[in-house]
Nanobody, 125 residues
Framework: QVQLVESGGGLVQAGGSLRLACTAS????????MGWFRRAPGKERDFVATISGGGLRKYYADSVKGRFTISRDNAKNTVYLQMNSLKPEETADYYC??????????????????WGQGTQVTVSS
């Protein structure tokens, strides 16, 4: 089992920045690819970014490329999502997830067995 706890959400003005963190407890953190997803009000959960277990491979949704950065510190069992130039339409609950199915990273929800409870991000216009 892996337990995930997100933090760092909050209220920010459009154009601002936030840094989300997700700390894992349980088994060897570096064995898991990690992902960030988000669910906007009334919408389905969407992929945001993923990072491989070793941290070398990173993939982003087209909508966040160049503005968001995913990273991880395996010594701290933590994955981060640095979000810059935030837009009001990116208001959502942000979730981190851990995948044992692939160590390379994935944009597919079904590849992730473990999920955090989510952290709310509100971007005001």
């Amino acid at each position: 089992q892996v337990q995930l706890v997100e933090s760092g959400g909050g209220l920010v003005q459009a154009g601002g920045s936030l840094r989300l963190a997700c700390t894992a407890s349980g088994r060897t953190f570096s064995n898991y690819a990690m992902g960030w997803f988000r669910r906007a009000p009334g919408k389905e959960r969407d992929f945001v970014a993923t990072i491989s277990g070793g941290g070398l491979r990173k993939y982003y949704a087209d909508s966040v490329k160049g503005r968001f950065t995913i990273s991880r510190d395996n010594a701290k069992n933590t994955v981060y999502l640095q979000m810059n130039s935030l837009k009001p339409e990116e208001t959502a609950d942000y979730y981190c997830a851990a995948s044992a199915r692939t160590n390379f990273g994935s944009s597919t929800e079904g590849d992730y067995a473990y999920w955090g409870q989510g952290t709310q991000v509100t971007v005001s216009s």
